[in-house]
C-alpha cells in the first residue's frame, strides 16, 4: 500500500489498502500500524519525514509546536499559522516566539488565513487566554515570516517533493482547504495528513463539533474529501491526554529552554484550567496528532468513512463516522467480525419536500477516506512528549 522512503500513496493505493486490511481483520475493528496514514516512526532507522506544521498557537500547540521542533525524525519545511484558538495577529508571533524558544528560527513560518473560509471567526480565548498561550508571557520575537502566504508555500513546498510531505495540522484547516483550491493536483502528491480534529463522540465547543472543525466547517470538508490519506486524531482520544502538575513538575526540574517554556505554559494552562472549575486537564490534544505522527502505535486506528455537516444551526461541524456494520453504524464490541455491510450506502438527510432529491443516498458504497484514532496509549504518550520536552530522549 505505501511504498517506503519517498514513495506516496496514491487514492487507489489508500482505498485498496484499507480494504484489504478490512478483509484481513474479519472486516471489523482493527489496529493499523502501518505507515501508510500517520507514517511509521522508527527513530533513526528513516530519513527524517517532510513535514509542514500547520497550527493556531494555542496552548496545546505550543507543546506540540515543541515537541515536533525536538523531534529528529521530522524535516519540519516550515509552520503555518492560522487564525483559531486566537487570531491571526497573535498565531503568528505565537509560533515565531515558540521557534526562537526551541532555538529553530531556521524553520520558515508563513502568515495564514486571518479567518475561516466563509464565516465569522470564533476564538478559544475561554480556553487558552487572551494572548493564545494561557496568560504565559514570553519576549517579542525578532524573527520574521517569510515573504509568502501559508497556502502559497504549502502548494511550493508540497510540488517541489512530490509525495514527500506530510501535513501535521492542529488547527482549523482553512490554510490547507485554501492551497487545495489553489491547485486541484495538490492533493494527488501530499504524502498524507495527520489532523488534531474532529471526534465521533461528541463535540467540544458544541455538542456536536470539535473546535478545530467548528471554525471552519467549510474547510474541513474540502480535506475530508480531498483524497488524501487522512488520520483523524481526535476528540476520542485527545479526551485521554490531561496534563498533570507531575508533568509540569518534571519539565521544572529539566534545564534547558524548551522545559522551561512548556512548563511556564503547562502551569498557566493547569492553573487556568482549575480556575475555571474542571478537576482536570487540561487536554494536550494538538501533542497527541504530533505524537502519533511520530509513533503510530500510541494510536489504535480504525477505518471510518467520515464526513462533516456544514449546514446545521446546531451541528455545523460535527464530523460523522460511518463504519461498515450492518443496521448500525456505530461498530460494537463483538460485532468486529461483522463484514456484511461492507458495501452499505452512505445515507444523509431524508430529502425535503422542497428539494429535486429524491433519495437519502450520497455514495453508493463504504469507501473509507481517513483512519481515525480510537483509543491511545496514554502513559507511552505522556513519556514521549514529556521526555522529549525535558531533553531526556
Ligand atoms: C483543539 O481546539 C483547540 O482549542 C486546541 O488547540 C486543539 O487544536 C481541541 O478541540
Ligand atoms: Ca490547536
Redo the contacts with the bound molecule.
Keep these: 500500500m505505501m511504498d517506503s522512503g519517498k514513495g506516496r500513496v496514491t487514492r487507489r493505493e489508500f482505498v485498496k489498502g484499507t480494504a484489504a486490511m478490512m478483509a484481513a481483520s474479519g472486516g471489523g475493528a482493527a489496529l493499523f500500524a502501518s505507515p501508510g496514514w500517520a507514517g511509521s516512526a522508527t527513530a533513526g532507522q528513516e530519513q527524517a519525514r517532510r513535514v509542514i506544521i500547520d497550527t493556531?498557537p494555542?496552548?496545546?500547540?505550543a507543546l506540540a509546536l515543541l515537541l515536533a521542533m525536538r523531534s529528529p525524525e521530522l524535516k519540519i519545511e516550515g509552520i503555518t499559522p492560522v487564525a483559531?484558538?486566537v487570531p491571526l495577529e497573535l498565531t503568528l508571533p505565537n509560533a515565531l516566539r515558540l521557534v526562537e524558544i526551541a532555538g529553530r528560527s531556521d524553520i520558515p513560518v508563513a502568515a495564514g488565513a486571518r479567518g475561516p473560509l466563509v464565516r465569522r471567526l470564533v476564538t478559544?480565548t475561554y480556553?487558552?487566554g487572551e494572548n493564545g498561550l494561557g496568560g504565559a508571557v514570553f519576549p517579542d520575537p525578532t524573527t520574521k515570516p517569510i515573504d509568502e502566504p501559508a497556502a502559497e508555500f504549502i502548494r511550493r513546498i508540497v510540488r517541489k517533493y512530490p509525495g514527500e510531505v506530510s501535513l501535521i495540522t492542529?488547527?482549523p484547516l482553512t490554510n490547507i482547504a485554501t492551497a487545495l483550491n489553489l491547485d486541484p493536483e495538490l492533493a494527488g502528491m501530499i504524502r498524507g495528513l495527520t489532523m488534531?480534529?474532529g471526534s465521533l463522540s461528541g463535540g467540544?465547543?458544541t455538542p456536536a463539533a470539535?473546535?478545530?472543525i467548528y471554525v471552519d466547517p467549510e474547510a474541513a470538508r474540502i480535506v475530508f474529501q480531498s483524497g488524501i490519506p487522512l488520520t483523524m486524531v481526535g476528540?476520542d482520544v485527545?479526551r485521554k491526554t490531561s496534563l498533570t502538575d507531575e508533568h509540569v513538575r518534571v519539565l521544572q526540574a529539566a534545564q534547558n529552554p524548551v522545559s522551561q517554556a512548556a512548563a511556564k505554559i503547562g502551569r498557566n494552562a493547569i492553573d487556568h484550567t482549575r480556575e475555571r472549575g474542571y478537576l482536570v486537564g487540561p487536554?494536550m490534544?494538538?501533542s497527541l496528532a504530533v505524537a502519533g505522527f511520530l509513533d503510530l502505535s500510541l494510536l489504535k486506528l480504525e477505518p471510518f468513512y467520515v464526513d462533516v455537516e456544514t449546514n446545521g444551526e446546531l451541528t455545523a461541524g460535527a464530523t460523522l463516522g460511518y463504519s461498515p456494520v450492518a443496521g448500525d453504524l456505530r461498530r460494537k464490541p463483538g460485532m468486529e467480525k461483522n463484514a456484511a455491510a461492507l458495501n452499505m450506502p452512505i445515507r444523509g438527510a431524508a430529502p425535503t419536500l422542497a428539494s429535486r432529491k429524491t433519495s437519502p443516498v450520497l455514495r453508493e458504497t463504504w469507501t473509507p477516506n481517513v483512519q481515525v484514532a480510537v483509543d491511545v496509549d496514554a502513559r507511552r504518550f505522556f513519556d514521549l512528549l514529556i521526555g522529549r520536552l525535558a531533553g531526556k530522549t
Excluded at 494555542?58 to 500547540?61: A, L, S
Aim: proline share 0%.
Design positions: 493556531d494555542g496552548v496545546d500547540d483559531g484558538n478559544a480556553a487558552h492542529l488547527g488534531m480534529g467540544n465547543i470539535e473546535f478545530n476528540l485527545t487536554n490534544h494538538d
